[in-house]
């Protein structure tokens, strides 16, 4: 079997495991298991693609093909490269992690478990795909449980946020859908045969035409799921409605696959396409950056807070990926990872919060630094990580951004990029905001002072997202070098145009 | 010079707040306090060595002091542009070695006696450690992106310990303003970072303050609205400057950040953290006073002068000591601010540079010494008001002669370092520019007024009676200020104009004596007026507060600076930009998206009335649909 088959293998045996068990304890044992072999079979990844990069320079490294369709060419084509290596890997991390937030799951715990790892098998799948339908498909296993696992264990409007959200996600869908048959009609323009494959339609020159039709497709198609202004209203009503673990996982994981796409697809077949329409969607993208940080001032909610807050951290991936030059890219990369450990972590703390005030209400929460020291401290340096701390991943993140954008001489592109770095300074404003109410001043319930301390499950989760975090910001080295390479083939097929 | 070992500086602090800080349940207060003072022992010893070598031994070569860099890649942009991180051994990082560790040791020592019995006493050590450690890093740091990663980190470190009593809602919220007021400051310097960075390909200070270097010789190949691009960058560094040291219109945070625990005040607040901003004009001064002949040096220079008026003014005014100390701190940073402005580079005509960074040697101790005195004297009567004060003098003798010889030597009295620090300042300012001249002298009699205000009130006037008999603090805290005080006096007699010059080949400096003579008179005129106003219980400070009516209560408000900041961020940011973008999104945004989704369904709810069921309506609609076609086809066959 070949090393990235597992990863979606693995997830499935889990799947059938799961089905024989019979309580919670049982369920998450199981999760627990698979969740660990992959990480486990993630980390190992890192070493063996390290050790085939030094002898391989194919864009695709552990390719396997298998004919699936053969109308319509379609096949399992796998493959991974740098980036997707360390997105499968933030993905290992992220599903451990929630697996230990929904430790103690109440309602039907093995249903939940198995929606959970339904959702990271089609995860995982999307990383590994070089085939767009094949892609396609894997974006659509991990969307659908997505509307169970709120419409079942949320909280709230759960039955509004989740048809929304799927509804959405599901228009998007349908863009996206367009943008790819666009690109699949337009493979055979060099003479050869209709593909979905990417590595063969990047070699192909799709008409000028067709590229400034479909680029806005595939672009949005991808990027309502990357929380692109003003198609992010779906985030908000769904975090807030989510159960912790799926917040965690759809925030942390999920909303990757929009920037993601958007690079692998959009812009890499698509290049002429995305020289064309780079400006307008720059507009919309740095105005995200600050539009969703001024946003996140102003809510009471926590998950809304952080919700608006992946809108603006989001916001800088795509405003990154526009930027057409290897630091940014390499920048939005690191911001993908970094945000995804980052978010997860927050919505995992909110979790753990909620759990014990049965509030997520910022103004009726005060002085738990006090009542739950470590959860409180724990969110004190998360929120320090995501206003772009040095010493957190999400500092070296940025600051490549930053270099990257400022690259560019002209006006337009300049304005963007200091809009999008004021936005440190309105981070600092709702980060603290939050820090100052919730956790710092007086202890304003009574009743909080006998709130229970972290559990181990709860310690292990949080201490798990955090420590790649800390990784990530102190020695930014390694994780560049894997992304680095990866980026040679964008560079010599993006930016000629 | 082999400089490797001076890594350990930093690292030392850093390994004692990580221990301090994971295991902060296990370890016993007093084990903790031990642990803390050791560490930063340890590195004190490490700096004094290193300045021993590099100034008396090693450094010095040809005459000239040369730069040791020890430095390695931490990460990289592009093939040329990337940050380094690394250790870089000059005259004015090992002074600053020195200020830093001296004043942080002595601050660690009084802290074990004055946090005592403190629920929070290890978490107190590890923070300290924290800000020790970020601290060193700045200091030492080779490039402007090390120097912004540590300045951050010396900000959040601020942030925490101001903060540190978290559960007093107005520390709270002036931790949040340092932290906010600074970090907008810090977006112009990233900015002119990133400028730097784009124009010149280098971080590196070496190539970017080398004045015989291409990047100062061709300062003037871009523009931008009339500004030369490097002047717009060092503008915009400054202004991260100036938000750190607490500069006109930047300053409203150092007031509130005296909500910290005082031993913080003296560390952060007073000696190191805020003449960060002094410290990164120094190190970046050749470009400053090369590129467009000075232009942004002057706008340093101004500020500086305006800012050491504008608080001297306010501190006039202030009743709580330790905020009188505040605004004393930001008006002595002005001071270092215009000294610097009005520097030369070459010679004697480096003079200012070397009186600023004279003057930050000095301040640093004797300010530490006040905010650790008043710390003492605020132990002894659970007060920070002037008004709860008075008649200390019987009860605290080793506090109030400390006091007396900070107090002097702030006011620049003779023979104290003050004295000469300040004698060149003003002999600097007095060679370039008449005006800042003027402004100088006047500050320093406002200095010697306020800070002999503050002296008289809390150890001489009125005889308070005190609840509890008020006694003098143990030996942990009275030591650091016998160190301290022996130390304002003695670094007066350094040679420091030998060591430390833009020039880096060092000056002789004589006292010049009738400027000396003026500064002195000015001086004591003002210690003379305190002494009338405060020495002796009398009405006569209320008479004058009266008669300067609305501008006294201008002053006692601070201009109303706060205010101002509050409207702006309150009503401008928060109701007016930040409320109206959450409206926008769930009230436009948000609102549009679930029309899409209603008026699908209303839409739904029309349409699925054509499918009734009934067979008489589907046949009616074939039938229909059958003749309009037929219709449609016999037209476009017939034409």
């Known amino acids: 079997m070949d090393i990235l088959s597992l990863f979606v293998i693995v997830p499935i045996l889990t799947i059938l495991a799961l089905v024989f068990t019979k309580d919670l304890k049982q369920a998450r044992l199981v999760s627990m298991i698979g969740s660990i072999i992959q990480l486990a079979m993630a980390i190992n990844l890192v070493f063996a693609y390290f050790k085939e990069r030094a002898v391989n320079d194919s864009i695709m490294v552990f390719t396997k093909d298998l004919l699936w369709f053969k109308n319509f060419n379609i096949h399992y084509t796998i493959g991974v490269d740098g980036i997707s290596v360390s997105l499968i890997l933030l993905t290992s991390i992220v599903v451990l992690a929630g697996v230990f937030i929904s430790w103690k799951m109440k309602d039907l715990p093995k249903e939940f478990f198995i929606s959970l790892i339904v959702l990271s098998t089609g995860v995982y799948g999307f990383f590994i795909s070089i085939d767009l339908f094949t892609m396609f498909v894997f974006y659509e296993i991990a969307v659908i449980p997505m509307y169970l696992l709120i419409g079942i264990w949320g909280s709230g409007p759960k039955e509004y946020s989740a048809m929304k959200l799927t509804l959405m996600l599901m228009g998007a869908s349908a863009v996206l859908m367009i943008g790819i048959f666009g690109i699949y009609f337009n493979s055979n323009a060099d003479g050869g045969p209709l593909t979905f494959n990417i590595l063969e339609i990047a070699q192909v020159n799709i008409p000028f035409e067709a590229q400034k039709l479909f680029f806005p497709f595939a672009f949005i198609g991808f990027a309502v799921i990357g929380a692109l202004f003003p198609f992010h209203t779906w985030s908000p009503d769904g975090h807030a409605s989510a159960p912790t673990a799926v917040s965690m996982l759809h925030a942390g994981v999920l909303m990757k696959l929009g920037g993601y796409g958007v690079f692998r697809v959009a812009m890499f077949l698509l290049p002429e396409g995305t020289q064309h329409w780079s400006w307008f969607f720059i507009i919309l993208a740095a105005f995200g950056v600050i539009y969703g940080a001024f946003s996140a001032i102003r809510q009471t909610d926590l998950k809304y807070i952080n919700a608006y807050s992946s809108v603006s951290h989001l916001g800088m991936v795509l405003f990154a990926l526009l930027m057409l030059n290897k630091t940014a890219w390499n920048g939005a990369i690191l911001q993908s990872l970094s945000h995804g450990l980052m978010t997860a972590l927050f919505f995992a703390l909110i979790g753990m919060i909620y759990e014990r005030t049965h509030t997520r209400d910022i103004t009726k929460l005060g002085g738990l630094l006090k009542v739950i020291p470590f959860i409180s401290a724990i969110y004190v340096i998360a929120g320090l990580a995501s206003l772009g701390l040095p010493g957190f991943s999400g500092f070296v993140a940025e600051m490549n951004i930053f270099v990257g954008a400022f690259e560019h001489e002209d006006l337009f592109r300049r304005i963007a990029t200091i809009v999008s770095v004021s936005a440190i300074v309105v981070t600092a404003v709702y980060i603290l905001r939050v820090v100052g109410i919730m956790l710092m001043g007086p202890v304003k319930n009574e009743e909080y002072l006998s709130l229970p301390k972290a559990q181990w499950y709860e310690k292990l989760g949080a201490l798990l997202l955090l420590i790649p975090i800390t990784g990530m910001g102190v020695a930014p080295l390694w994780l560049s070098d894997i992304i680095y390479e990866s980026l040679q083939p964008f560079i010599q097929g993006v930016l000629p145009y | ?639």
Request: hydrophobic share 50%.
């Open chain 2, 1 to 639: 010079m082999n400089v490797s070992y001076t890594i350990a500086i930093p690292l030392i602090p850093l390994a004692v707040f990580l221990v301090l800080g994971i295991f902060n349940q296990k370890i016993k207060p007093a084990v903790s306090g031990y642990i803390g003072v050791a560490g930063l022992l340890t590195s004190a010893i490490l700096s004094y060595y290193t300045a021993f070598q590099y100034y008396f031994i090693h450094g010095k070569e040809d005459g000239v002091f040369q730069t040791f860099v020890e430095k390695t890649n931490w990460m990289s942009f592009t093939e040329t542009l990337h940050i380094d991180m690394g250790v870089l051994i000059d005259p004015i990082s090992v002074m600053m070695l020195i200020v830093v560790s001296t004043v942080s040791l002595m601050v660690h020592i009084y802290s074990r006696g004055y946090m005592k019995g403190d629920d929070g006493y290890t978490k107190f050590f590890a923070y300290l450690s924290l800000f020790s450690f970020s601290m060193f890093g700045l200091v030492l740091a080779t490039n402007l992106f090390q120097i912004y990663i540590f300045w951050e980190l010396v900000g959040v470190s601020s942030f925490l310990l101001i903060g540190y009593y978290y559960t007093k809602p107005s520390a709270v919220a002036a931790a949040k303003k340092a932290f906010i007021v600074t970090r907008f400051a810090d977006f112009g310097f990233l900015i002119g970072i990133l400028i730097i960075g784009y124009y010149t390909g280098t971080y590196d200070f070496q190539t970017l303050t080398n004045p015989e270097g291409s990047i100062i010789a061709n300062w003037a190949s871009g523009s931008f609205m009339g500004l030369s691009i490097l002047t717009w960058a060092l503008i915009l560094i400054f202004m991260g400057g100036a938000g750190k040291s607490a500069m006109f219109p930047l300053h409203i945070w150092l007031p509130d950040a005296m909500e910290g625990p005082t031993p913080v005040s003296a560390l952060i607040h007073a000696a190191t953290m805020v003449v960060a901003g002094v410290y990164l004009v120094a190190r970046l001064f050749p470009m400053y006073y090369f590129v467009e002949d000075g232009f942004a040096l002057n706008i340093v220079a101004y500020v500086g002068a305006f800012s050491s008026l504008f608080a001297a003014i306010i501190a006039v005014t202030q009743t709580d000591i330790k905020r009188v100390l505040a605004f004393s701190t930001m008006s002595q940073i002005g001071y270092m601010m215009l000294a610097l402005g009005v520097s030369g580079y070459e010679g004697h005509e480096g003079v200012g540079y070397m009186a600023s960074m004279f003057h930050l040697f000095t301040h640093a101790m004797f300010k530490a010494l006040l905010f650790l005195g008043a710390g003492s004297v605020i132990h002894a009567v659970h007060s920070n008001y002037l008004q709860d004060m008075g008649g200390l003098h019987k009860y605290m003798k080793i506090t109030s002669i400390t006091f007396l010889i900070a107090a002097l030597t702030i006011s620049g009295f003779p023979f104290t370092s003050g004295f000469f620090s300040k004698d060149e300042i003003l002999v600097a300012a007095f060679e370039h520019n008449k005006l800042i001249y003027g402004i100088g002298v006047f500050v320093a009699g406002l200095t010697a007024f306020y800070m002999f205000r503050l002296y008289f009130g809390i150890f001489w006037g009125k005889n308070t009676k005190y609840e509890h008999t008020p006694h003098e603090s143990p030996l942990s805290m009275t030591f650091p200020l016998m160190v301290l005080a022996f130390l304002s006096i003695a670094t007066g007699y350094t040679h420091f104009s030998e060591y430390v010059s833009p020039d880096k080949m060092g000056f002789e400096t004589h006292l010049d004596v009738k400027l000396a003579i003026v500064a002195t008179s000015v001086g004591l005129i003002g210690i003379a007026l305190a002494a009338v106003f405060y020495f002796k219980p009398n009405n006569l400070s209320d008479r004058f507060a009266h008669a300067f009516g609305s501008f006294y209560k201008w002053t006692y408000d601070k201009f109303y600076f706060d205010e101002i900041y509050l409207f702006v961020t309150r009503n401008i940011l928060f109701k007016g930009v930040a409320a109206s973008a959450a409206w926008f999104d769930r009230n436009v945004v948000d609102a549009s998206m679930n029309l899409i989704g209603n008026s699908t369904v209303l839409a739904s709810q029309k349409i699925k009335k054509l499918q009734s069921g009934r067979f008489q309506d589907y046949a009616f609609a074939f039938v229909g649909g059958a003749v309009v076609l037929a219709l449609v086809f016999i037209y476009l066959w017939t034409n």
